[in-house]
């Protein structure tokens, strides 16, 4: 069976695949705060071409985001955004006037051993979690975002060190995250990255991504904040802990 117009790099059977895979991961992301996002790209990149997994993962991220944060609007903590829009602003642009193409072993190991010092470390002083150390978090993540697209771990970390509530930590990084995707559409289109091509997949994927979050709030709702925190620092270190074996294998 053919799929009407999927993108040709993809088999009707990879694109079905890849559609149960965004129900699965955004429901569990929903659920557990993190990881989905990062086990979507994993599975994204060993079927589709290299050129498209960072820019069209990047926009059904995007979707995947704006859909939580919708669904979860009046838990945001809207002075933690308010900080981190400038920072997406500027790391983007500093990224997209670059270009580079660094090793992706240091960016690696860089997320990975700052998500594990989030998590089991002592926590940041205080003045780390004002307009200021926001604003420079969000700009070094969304800077290092456009070039291996898989700083959702840190920015959650992050957030979560500011937060104890689950929900307010979901939805905030799900507005965070939908922040930093957003510049990507621009980004990779100016540079020459044809979207068109994947826009009916990319659609597609995000409709599922919608469903699976719908399922995975009704599970957080069962949650008790002290369960979640203990899951959400858990999957965030198995993250952690993959990223250093790549870093590793290279």
Not at 119 to 126: A, D, E, I, Q, Y
Request: aromatic fraction near 12%; charge should be positive; hydrophobic fraction near 60%.
């Amino acid at each position: 069976m053919d799929l009407p117009l999927l993108p040709e790099a993809l088999s009707s059977a990879v694109a079905l695949f890849l559609l149960g895979a965004s129900v699965v991961t955004s429901m569990l992301t929903a659920m557990l705060g993190a990881g989905g996002g990062v086990l979507l790209l994993v599975l994204m990149a060993s079927w589709m071409p290299a050129a498209a997994i960072i820019p069209v993962h990047g926009m059904i991220q995007l979707g995947s985001n704006s859909g939580r944060a919708v669904l979860t609007w009046r838990h945001i903590d809207w002075r933690v955004i308010l900080a981190f829009t400038p920072g997406v602003l500027v790391g983007a642009a500093l990224g997209a006037w670059l270009l580079i193409d660094m090793p992706p072993q240091l960016w690696q190991l860089s997320i990975a051993v700052f998500v594990l010092y989030l998590c089991w470390g002592p926590k940041l002083p205080k003045t780390s979690f004002g307009s200021t150390g926001i604003f420079v978090a969000s700009g070094i993540t969304s800077f290092i975002s456009l070039f291996v697209g898989a700083t959702g771990p840190l920015v959650a970390a992050f957030i979560k060190q500011i937060h104890e509530d689950r929900f307010k930590t979901v939805s905030t990084f799900a507005t965070a995250m939908t922040l930093q995707h957003a510049p990507k559409a621009f980004i990779f289109g100016f540079t020459g990255f044809i979207f068109s091509d994947w826009l009916l997949f990319i659609l597609a994927m995000i409709a599922c991504g919608f469903a699976g979050t719908w399922i995975g709030l009704h599970i957080l709702k069962t949650m008790s904040n002290r369960w979640f925190s203990t899951a959400f620092n858990v999957v965030l270190t198995l993250l952690a802990l993959r990223l250093l074996w790549q870093a590793a294998t290279g």
